[in-house]
């Protein structure tokens, strides 16, 4: 009988690449993806270590576990991801039952890893510090007419707060000719759309591989956009994430030149405090921001803007915390992902007082989230009456170029199918319609 894995994701869209990249590997041995945890032989958890909610999740799920490998000791458990990097030391003292613990930059040596496993019957708690150099094609999408291309890996910045720079190493791009030709696989395998990724798509380019002196030269974000553009079959181009600091104006101009490059931009702010932003070490002031906004607006029009948003960091005033509340109101975000500051190991800000209190901090997430509500549903009210393009994902429900949600009866359509849809209702942040024309 084929052995049977069962992956459990966490994170950003960069865990859901690399566990189809694991995912891949292990298919091509032969072995059969499952959804039943309790019977599955290998139970893999890609983990994220961006809040510690993330990892609290991780604990438990993982801690509950010990029954399971009590009663069947054959089982392997394996830890992926950013918290087997960041965590291993409290992993191996907590978790005895986890057989191995693999970093982001190691993945690809999990299928060799549970091989040796099954063979020695020992755990291999080791975890190898050799960081891939060479970017992969991978072999298996979760996506049907989506899939997720890494252009990038790591990160050079240095936000104050952030533990990603630790776990994934840092910056290195993705030869272009590398990504074009995956893209280029993917549009004759039927893929719509591609979503581009790296923590800052915009210093693509900036470091290569072997490439020691950090120089950028060659093929810049904007420029690996239009060749992707050009590839045919290929409708739609999505990106994330992009830093305001290196988001300028050859990306805005790109977004509204070229054709399939969707009209949307994930943009984290962070906060609206120019004191805060500048001890999170962010590199712009709330002004800049704004003017970006605006630019971005005029070269992009209908574009959508989303967002992060942290509050109670290190230091944060009620102060600081209206100047946040005046940017969101100016800026109108389509939508936000708003946390509560959570110190990180290994990141700067984790030397500093954790001072706001909690019950201040959920004070004002409550309080933005119920900003970013309203406004969300006064952006999502402008699209009544308009007809907009959505691309089919799956029977009635489709996407606008603008990452919003739309239903609709789209009677019998294949998913990837564009169609013309006129809204006539909102629920929530999705759109609800009827298809113009015959498409459908
Ligand atoms: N590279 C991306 C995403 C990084 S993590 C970027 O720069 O946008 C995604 C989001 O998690 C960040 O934008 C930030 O808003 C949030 N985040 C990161 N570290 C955090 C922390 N320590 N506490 C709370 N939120 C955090
Ligand atoms: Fe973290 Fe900043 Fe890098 Fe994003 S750009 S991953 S927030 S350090
Ligand atoms: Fe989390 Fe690692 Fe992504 S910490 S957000 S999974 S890069």
Redesign the pocket.
């Known amino acids: 009988m084929k052995k049977t894995i069962f992956v459990q994701t966490y994170g950003?869209q960069m865990n859901v690449r690399d566990s189809e990249e694991v995912i891949g590997l292990l298919l091509e041995k032969g072995y059969v993806l499952t959804e039943a945890e309790e019977t599955a032989d290998v139970i893999l958890y890609n983990t994220c270590s961006?809040?510690e909610h993330a990892e609290h999740r991780v604990w438990s799920n993982v801690g509950a576990l010990k029954e399971l490998k009590g009663s069947r000791p054959e089982l392997i458990i394996g830890i992926m991801g950013c918290m087997a990097k960041s965590q291993r030391g409290e992993i191996l003292r907590r978790m005895p039952h986890v057989d191995f613990i693999s970093g982001p930059a190691q993945l690809y040596e999990v299928p060799e890893l549970i091989e040796s496993i099954w063979e020695e019957r020992k755990p291999m708690m080791a975890i190898q510090e050799k960081r891939r150099q060479e970017f992969q094609t991978i072999s298996y999408h979760s996506g049907k007419i989506s899939a997720l291309v890494t252009i990038m890996e790591g990160?050079d910045?240095v936000?104050t707060?952030?533990?990603?720079p630790y776990t994934r190493g840092p910056e290195v791009s993705r030869p272009a000719e590398q990504i074009l030709s995956e893209v280029r696989q993917l549009a004759s395998q039927g893929y719509k759309e591609v979503m581009l990724l790296g923590?800052?798509v915009n210093s693509y380019g900036r470091r290569l591989p072997s490439d020691a002196t950090g120089v950028r030269r060659g093929v810049t974000f904007p420029d690996l956009l239009k060749e992707v553009n050009g590839i045919e079959g290929v409708e739609r181009i999505r990106f994330i994430?992009s830093?305001p600091w290196d988001a300028v104006q050859d990306l805005f101009r790109a977004m509204g030149d070229l054709e399939h490059v969707c009209e949307h931009l994930h943009l984290?702010v962070?906060s609206g405090s120019d004191k805060v932003l500048e001890r999170m070490r962010r590199g712009y002031t709330a002004e800049e921001y704004l003017g970006k906004l605006k630019l971005l607006r005029e070269k992009v029009p209908g574009v959508a803007v989303t967002t992060?948003?942290?509050v109670g960091f290190p230091g944060e005033t009620e102060e600081d915390f209206e100047a946040t509340v005046r940017l969101m109101e100016e800026a109108r975000f389509d939508s936000a992902?708003i946390?509560?500051?959570?110190?990180?190991p290994f990141?700067a800000a984790a030397r500093w007082e954790d001072d706001v209190p909690k019950e201040v901090k959920d004070r004002r997430l409550q309080r933005v989230l119920a900003l970013q509500e309203r406004m969300s549903r006064e952006e999502s009210e402008r699209y009544i009456g308009r007809t907009v393009e959505v691309m089919l994902e799956e029977p009635g429900m489709g996407r606008t170029r603008t990452n919003r949600k739309a239903y609709f009866e789209s009677n019998g359509a294949s998913a990837g199918t564009l169609v013309q849809v006129k809204v006539e209702g909102i629920r929530g942040h999705s759109l609800l319609g009827k298809v113009n024309g015959d498409h459908a």
Do not use: G, L, M
């Open positions: 950003c961006v809040r990160c910045k936000c707060y952030c533990i990603v923590q800052n994430t830093h984290p962070q992060d948003i942290i992902f946390f509560t500051y959570s110190p990180r990141a």
